[in-house]
């Protein structure tokens, strides 16, 4: 789990990509719950919750972007 300091300090590419190895992850630990091989469940919540991280963080990313970039015209 990346902090949220960690994650504002990444571009929006770069936690969008993140966001698609955590949604792997998460397929990776469904088929282990189903499975009866998983753990903790918990970290199919903390999966989540990271992918959900990463998508706000980048999307504030780029309403910032825009607004920089509207005050300039």
């Known amino acids: 789990?990346?902090?949220?300091?960690e994650l504002r300090a990444l571009s929006p590419t770069?936690?969008?990509?993140?966001a698609a190895e955590l949604r792997q992850t998460l397929f990776d630990l469904r088929n282990k719950a189903?499975?009866?091989?998983?753990?903790?469940?918990?970290d199919l919540l903390k999966t989540k919750r990271d992918i959900a991280r990463c998508l706000t963080v980048a999307r504030e990313k780029e309403l910032a972007e825009g607004r920089a970039a509207a005050g300039k015209e």
């Open 1 to 5: 789990m990346a902090t949220l300091q």
């Open 14 to 18: 770069e936690l969008y990509a993140r």
């Open 34 to 42: 189903n499975t009866g091989v998983l753990d903790s469940t918990a």
